[in-house]
């Protein structure tokens, strides 16, 4: 297996710590809600680690692909975000049957990657800024 890209593991960590943050503002959510329980823990730690290894698996595609053919490389990206969905689901299947997981704090963290990527231009601006 080759090595994993600097920029994919830097990425990874900034995702990871987007989720990180998200996720402590989601239980104090919960617990300001009256609703928290160690359900609540335990399905914002499921969807948190399939977020983050999802954008990591997604890291490791696009690595994977910048070698290849325009042809094999889109192939790989849509056989990977494929793939990659339904390990979603299946975890969000679980999320849902185990009572050990409240369903919601399963789910939500799933949304906490696109927001951190949403909001990472704004982030380089300010960075840029105090760089000038």
């Known amino acids: 297996?080759?090595?994993?890209?600097?920029?994919?593991?830097?990425?990874?960590?900034?995702?990871?710590?987007?989720?990180?943050?998200f996720s402590v503002?989601?239980?104090?959510?919960?617990?300001?809600?009256?609703?928290?329980?160690?359900?609540?823990?335990?399905?914002?730690l499921l969807?948190?680690?399939?977020?983050?290894?999802?954008?990591?698996?997604?890291g490791l595609t696009i690595q994977r692909a910048l070698g290849k053919s325009e042809k094999d490389a889109a192939a790989r990206m849509k056989l990977s975000q494929s793939l990659r969905l339904i390990m979603q689901l299946l975890f969000c299947a679980v999320g849902a049957a185990a009572p050990c997981f409240n369903l919601i704090a399963s789910v939500v963290p799933l949304l906490f990657p696109r927001v951190a990527v949403m909001l990472r231009p704004l982030l380089n601006k300010k960075d840029k800024a105090e760089d000038a």
């Open 25 to 44: 503002i989601m239980e104090l959510a919960f617990l300001l809600a009256g609703a928290w329980d160690i359900t609540v823990l335990l399905g914002n």
């Open 1 to 21: 297996m080759s090595q994993v890209d600097p920029t994919v593991k830097r990425e990874t960590c900034y995702i990871a710590g987007f989720v990180l943050i």
């Open 47 to 58: 969807g948190g680690l399939v977020a983050v290894g999802n954008f990591f698996l997604m």
